[in-house]
C-alpha cells in the first residue's frame, strides 16, 4: 500500500510539473457539463446469462485534485463477483479517472484488475498538451512495460469516455447519427463511435426510465462476437446515465442494470405510472 500511494504521489507531481504552469492549458477545449457533479453514485447488478455474476458501482468523489493547476473530477469505477460466480471465477476490479473539469479529458487513468487470477497493475499519466501517454503496466506479475506513446487530440480512457459521452448534445439526435470518440486502451488508440439506434421505456429496480438506445461500434473478434453486439440504454435527461448495457460475447451473454442512485445533476426520466 505504502508503494503505491508513493507512486500514486509521483505521478501527481509529475502531471502537474508538466505546462509550469504557464498559459498552455488555454489550448485546451471548453465543453459544458451539466450532465453530473460530485457526489453521484450509480449502482449496477451484472447477470451472466441468467446467474447473478456481480455488482459495479460508479461514483464521481468530492475530491479537490488538480493537474497542471486545473481541477478534476475523480471518478471511481468498482466490478465484484458475487455469489455463486466467485466459486469459479472471482472478480475483483478498480478503476479511476481524473478527468479536466472543462476539457472533458483525462489526465491519469488508473487500473487494477483481478479476475480468476489474472491481474493488471495499470497506470496512465495523460498529457492532453503535448498529446502524449506515459503507461507504467504490469500484467499477471511479469515485468514492467512502460512507454509513451503519442495520442490524439481529446484522447479518452476507457472510463473517461463514457463521462465524456455523457456531455454530448442529443436534443436534436438522429436515428444512425453516430458520435466519435477514441480512447486509449492497453497502448493503442480504438475507435469507441457510438450510434443512436431509437428510443425505448427500460423498466428498473428504481422505475421505468425513458431511454435514449445506443449501439457502441466496437472491435469485432477480440472480445465481441459482431461489431455491433452491444446495446446500451442512456436516460433521455440531462443526467444521461446508463440504465442498462448488454452484449453477447464469445462465450455467452452479459446484461448490467441500474438498481440504484442518488447525487444526480438533474430530476431522472422516470416514467410515472
Known sequence: MRKLLTLVLFFFTTASAQTDGTDETAKLRTLKNEAFK?????????????????????????????????????????????????????????????????????????????????????????????????????????????????????????????YYARTLDFSNIKDGQIFPIQAFIDNEVFDMNIKFIGRETISTKKGKFRCLKFRPLLQEGRIFKEKEDMTVWVSDDKNKIPIRAQTDILVGSIKMDLVDFSGLANTPAIVEE
Open 38 to 162: 460530485e457526489g453521484e453514485m450509480l449502482k449496477y447488478r451484472v447477470h451472466y446469462g441468467l446467474i447473478s455474476a456481480g455488482e459495479a458501482q460508479l461514483e464521481v468523489k468530492s475530491d479537490n485534485t488538480y493537474f497542471a493547476s486545473r481541477p478534476t473530477y475523480h471518478i471511481v469505477g468498482t466490478g465484484k463477483s458475487a455469489g455463486m460466480f466467485n466459486w469459479f471465477y472471482e472478480v475483483n476490479d478498480r478503476y479511476e479517472t481524473y478527468i479536466d473539469r472543462t476539457a472533458m479529458v483525462p489526465w491519469m487513468f488508473i487500473r487494477r484488475i483481478d479476475e480468476g487470477g489474472y491481474t493488471i497493475k495499470e497506470d496512465i499519466v495523460f498529457d492532453p498538451l503535448k498529446k502524449t501517454a506515459t503507461s507504467d503496466a504490469v500484467r499477471n506479475y511479469k515485468s514492467p512495460v512502460k512507454g509513451t506513446f503519442t495520442v490524439p487530440e481529446n484522447i479518452q480512457d476507457m472510463v473517461s469516455a463514457a
